[in-house]
């Protein structure tokens, strides 16, 4: 299937805050709650940090929190102290302040809107990226990938979604139905959650498409191998792999580079 890089309501910078904060605020308490997304995730960003030293990790594209924050408290028990900070193009800052507000030692987020493609030389450390590479063209995440090697900064890039036609359907049959039911169990509660899902169905159909544009613009492995090839990354190496999320059917393709 060829990747499609058709629009998502997210991206676009006109796009009320209200309702983005909404849609990441749903991803949030799905990614959060996914405990096999968040073990993979915390086995592959393990070996980039330094044992014992409290690591910095700089989390790019993190809507309202999404599943870094588990990842980060499911680390620190495995005993490697983290310090994270959160950042955006469009920060969602009532979330993120919660986020921090719960752990304010371990997580900090960052005011102004940061650009995945441009991150600020004063926030070095890990970089992370969870549901958002598919959101660049290949020249912009390749920019992003470049970026992370050439200031030695190791990243790791996660995706839960992929360009599987199968897949699509049960998704697209299954979502809107999920947000639904969620609805009512997402913090903080909102009257305006529910009457956007239940009354005027408008967040089921953004998720929806949004969702739908994002497995059909994921970048498959064999394209993350292609994008990593023309960067000249000595003393660098790219780990790439599609590995079955613990107790799901489904699949994470993730993306791992760091010093050799
Ligand atoms: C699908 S959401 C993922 C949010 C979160 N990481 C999670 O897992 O729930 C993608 C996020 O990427 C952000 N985003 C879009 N373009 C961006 C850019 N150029 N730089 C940084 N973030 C961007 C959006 O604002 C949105 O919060």
Redesign the pocket.
Known sequence: MARIHAF?F??LAWFPASL?NR??EY??F???RMRGFVELAASRIEPLLDAGDEARVV??????????PTVARALAVAGHPLRVTL??????GEALERVCAEDPGRFAWYPE?????AVPAELPGVRT????M???RPD?ARAILADAAHSRNPIAV?E?TERNPLLIVAFSLTVPIVVLLTAPFIRPFRWSRLFFSWVVPLLPFLIWW?GLV?HLRTYSTDELEALVAEIPSDGWRWDIRRERIPGTPAYCIHLVGHPA
């Open positions: 998502e997210e991206d983005r849609m990441t991803l949030d799905l990614g959060s989390d790019l594209g993190s809507g309202s929190g999404g599943a870094l950042t955006d193009r469009y920060p969602n809107p940061v650009d995945a493609r990226m969870f549901l958002s598919h959101h660049f912009d996660f839960g949004d994002s």
